[in-house]
Every structure is written in C-alpha cells, then in structure tokens.
C-alpha cells in the first residue's frame, strides 16, 4: 500500500502562483509513476501532470503546458506541482495518483489517491 497527502492549496488571485506537494508514505518502492489530478465541481477528474519515479520523465496536459512543471525529489519521497500564471479555469481540488505499472493521463490506471487539495483562483 502507498499513503498519499498532498499539500499547499489555497486561494490566489489571476496571475499568482501556487506549489503543491505530495508525501508519499508506505511501499514507495512499488511506484513507477506519480501524477497530479484536478476536478472541477460539476465536471469529470482531468489530467495536468505525471512523472516517471525513476527518469523523471513528464508529461502535461495541453492547458498546463509551459505554467506547470511536475517534479520529483526521491529522498523526501515526494511530488511537487509549480503551477505559475493561474488562470481562473484551474480552480478545482487536485489530487495527487500513484500507479505501480503504468505512465499515463488516464486516471483509471493509477491505484492509489491522495485526499485531494483545493486551489481556487480568484479573477
């Protein structure tokens, strides 16, 4: 099993900026992959961002590219979320994954879920 908690939502304002974190606790050695969330109220969960626990390699949903930058530091066992230039769209819970097996946008393939963090942007 892999405990999830994420960290650092809140309120800003258009423009601003905002840093999520996510600790990871538990069998963190069976994670190939980790990747941010977000829901909207109303609307299905969306991919931002997912990361390759041991090259690094990212990924990022078209509407977040060039704002966010996904980042992993594997002494702390955790995944960070930069998200730079918020726009009032981003306002949603995010939610930190983990998936034992597979690099990919669908949330369907990640086991474990963090608790989820607000972010709401302010115009």
């Known amino acids: 099993q892999v405990q999830l908690v994420e960290s650092g939502g809140g309120l800003v304002q258009t423009g601003g900026s905002l840093r999520l974190s996510c600790a990871a606790s538990?069998?963190?050695?069976?994670?190939?992959?980790m990747a941010w969330f977000r829901q909207a109220p109303g609307k299905e969960r969306e991919f931002v961002a997912a990361i390759t626990w041991s090259t690094g390699r990212t990924q990022y949903a078209d509407s977040v590219k060039g704002r966010f930058t996904i980042s992993r530091n594997n002494a702390k066992n955790t995944v960070n979320l930069q998200m730079n230039s918020l726009k009032p769209e981003d306002t949603a819970v995010y939610y930190c994954a983990a998936s034992t097996t597979y690099y990919t946008d669908s949330p369907r393939m990640y086991e474990y879920w963090g608790q989820g963090t607000q972010v709401t942007v302010s115009s």
């Open positions: 538990g069998r963190t050695s069976i994670r190939y992959a």
